[in-house]
C-alpha cells in the first residue's frame, strides 16, 4: 500500500470515529450551551476571563451582583480593592480585578464598550488569551473556533486524539484535524459538558457514557 493509500484509510477510519464520537454527543449532549449567564457582550467577555482556575457556578454566583450594582463606565473608574471585594471568592482577586478593570477602560476608549469581532484586539486585552477570545468569537460571533479547557483537554487525552504531554494549542490542532468539518462551537460545549458532568476528573461515569474511552485513571 502506499503512503497516500495508507493516509486516505487511516483518514478515513478517523473521519467514521469522529462521525461516531459525535452522534453519541448528540445523545448524551442534545442541547449543549454556554453556562456562563450574561445578558451584555462585555459581560460574557468579562466572566470568561473570571472563570480561569474556578468553575462557571461560582463566577455566575459573583458576576449576578457585579453586573447588577455596576455597568462598564462604572467598572472602568472602580477602585482596585472595591473590586477586589466584590471578586474575592473567586481567587486571584487582586490580578482579576486588575484585568477587569483595564478591560472596561479599554473598551470603552477603543470601542465604546463593544466588544469586537477581532481576535488580535481581543487577545491584547489583559487576562484575555486564546483560549479566551476562541469561547467570546464563537458564542457572541458564531465563530467556528474550538477552545480548549480543563474538561476538554482531558476528554481529547482520554478518547486517544491527543497525548498526555500535549500543550493547549497542540490539543486544539489535533482537535480540529480529527473533527474536521464538523461544527466546533457545538462540540466545544458538548466536550466541555461531557467532561463536567460525565467523564470527570475523579470518579468519571462510565455506566452512563457512550463512548469508549481509551484511557481513563479512576
Request: proline share 2%; net charge positive; hydrophobic share 40%.
Amino acid at each position: 500500500m502506499t503512503n497516500y493509500l495508507k493516509q486516505l484509510f487511516w483518514s478515513i477510519i478517523g473521519l467514521m470515529k469522529s462521525k461516531e464520537i459525535c452522534q453519541k454527543l448528540d445523545i448524551m449532549i442534545p442541547n449543549p450551551h454556554c453556562e456562563l449567564i450574561y445578558n451584555k457582550d462585555y459581560e460574557l467577555l468579562i466572566a470568561v476571563m473570571l472563570s480561569a482556575q474556578c468553575t462557571d457556578k461560582r463566577v455566575n454566583s459573583v458576576t449576578k451582583i457585579l453586573f447588577s450594582k455596576y455597568n462598564l463606565k462604572q467598572l472602568a473608574t472602580m477602585k482596585l480593592k472595591e473590586l477586589e471585594k466584590e471578586l474575592f471568592s473567586l481567587g486571584a482577586a487582586s490580578k482579576k480585578s486588575y484585568y477587569l478593570k483595564e478591560i472596561a477602560s479599554r473598551l470603552l476608549n477603543d470601542y465604546d464598550g463593544i466588544v469586537p469581532n477581532n481576535r488580535q484586539y481581543l487577545e491584547s486585552l489583559p487576562g484575555v488569551g486564546h483560549k479566551t477570545c476562541n469561547v467570546v468569537l464563537a458564542e457572541l460571533f458564531n465563530e467556528n473556533t474550538l477552545a480548549v479547557d480543563t474538561h476538554v483537554s482531558r476528554v481529547a487525552k482520554r478518547l486517544g486524539i491527543s497525548n498526555e504531554n500535549d500543550n493547549v494549542l497542540e490539543i486544539e490542532k489535533k482537535l480540529e484535524l480529527f473533527f474536521k468539518g464538523c461544527d466546533y462551537h457545538r462540540l466545544h460545549h458538548q466536550l466541555v459538558l461531557f467532561g463536567r458532568y460525565i467523564c470527570t476528573a475523579k470518579k468519571p461515569r462510565c455506566k452512563d457514557c457512550l463512548i469508549k474511552c481509551k484511557n481513563i485513571e479512576l
